[in-house]
């Protein structure tokens, strides 16, 4: 037996996974059916992940599986599998630790996700992340790199695969410990907590991919489409309410403005402060419920916020908004609620704690597509999609753009251009360039600070093609008549 799959039984037995010393042989013999037997490649070094690493070569040298992405990421994840504890044991761990405390149960419950490679630490590491001043504030940037790129054989595999329907998507807790198969990611040493949630059972877990520290998903046990209604404001508060030190919030329930799965019920949250949790209040307003401090926030989307010591009040003002939302029309700013009989307006909403307070944010949101803006009248507008042509989801609402990976070559053929070099740039970038040259005196030493800054102000502006009342007078004129009328 090779020092590489010596030390990783080693690992094994170490973990808290379910094996002993007396469980060593049995182990040994579980991974050579795997990989095969002989010996093992050298692991560059002894940490999980990089044993794992040499032992997916092995299989592929010595025939176990193919040299593609799928049957690599499946083996990956079932040799990680050793490593971690079943399901059941690790929600004993996770609410003994919950009796310490929140932190300590979420605390061990992450560490677990990242020493078995659940969350993919060193994709997330490839992101590009940096900060940029706006008009709107300092405001958060990430190209998104971590994601692999599609597996050509799983995509040619498609046209001529039976079609499966299990798990029905990538949030059902039918994923808990699934194989895999080509085009649908491994699953074996995938974990989910256990909670209640108003009467029903509910999961918590980590994102494979996260977008910030701790990005979490709580996701309904039973199979159902996206809804925002009273018993959203309720789920949310609670779930602040269990774990103080995260926040969590839902996408919107409606194309356009909402996420990008809608076909089940789910949260997402974790333990970070985004730009629009510091914005300040620009105005107060009265909602008339005792017990809730409401203001308009100074951000580019509406974002009207809620606060009070009690969830009860704010769940009673936050449904007051949104019953009034779903049905109001203003044509002078090209508010309508329904057209043709199609509902167009929505919440997405966002719980935090303050210190003792209960903090809960309804970001206002609109749908409706125009022969002007065929992509949607308060989505990202086609001059600015050459950065930004997605859905505007819950965590860019809050600030953080996700933007895609195709900007990372996109913006270095963009320096090139800015600085007079041979370059291959996109020609949807022409005019944005073209101004940057005329606005700015271009170095080596500066392109890059410039590129990142237009990014950022053009994310800005994505910000404020979202808002359905503008942060203009004639904006907030017509959000204040929409505030009386509540």
Known sequence: MTDTIQTFINAVVASPAPYTELDRQYVTNRIFALIGDGTAQEAVSAEPIDLVAAMVETAVANGKIEDAPSPREILESQLMDFMTPLPSAVNRGFWDRYQQSPSAATDWFYQLSKANNYIKTRNIARNVVFPAQTPAGELEITINLSKPEKDPKAIAAAQTQKQVSYPLDQLCMTNEGYLGRLGYPARSNHRIIRMMLGGETWGFQYSPYAYFAEHAIFLAQEHRPMVINQHTFTNLLEIVRQFPTYFVGSNADLPIVGGSMLTHDHYQGGKHTFPMMKAAIDRPVDLGVDGVSAGIVQWPMTDIRLRGAQPEP???????????????????????????????HTITPIAYRDGDDYVLDLVLRDNQTSKQYPDGIFHPHQDVQHIKRENIGLIEVMGRAILPARLKPEMAEVSKYLLGQPNQMAPMHQAWADELKRDHEITAANVTAVVHAAIGNTFARVLADAGVFKRDARGQAALDKFIAQL
């Open 314 to 344: 704010l769940i009673t003002a936050a449904t007051k908004v949104l019953n009034s939302w779903i049905d109001y029309s203003d044509e002078s700013v090209d508010v309508r609620a329904y057209t043709d009989g199609t509902r167009h």
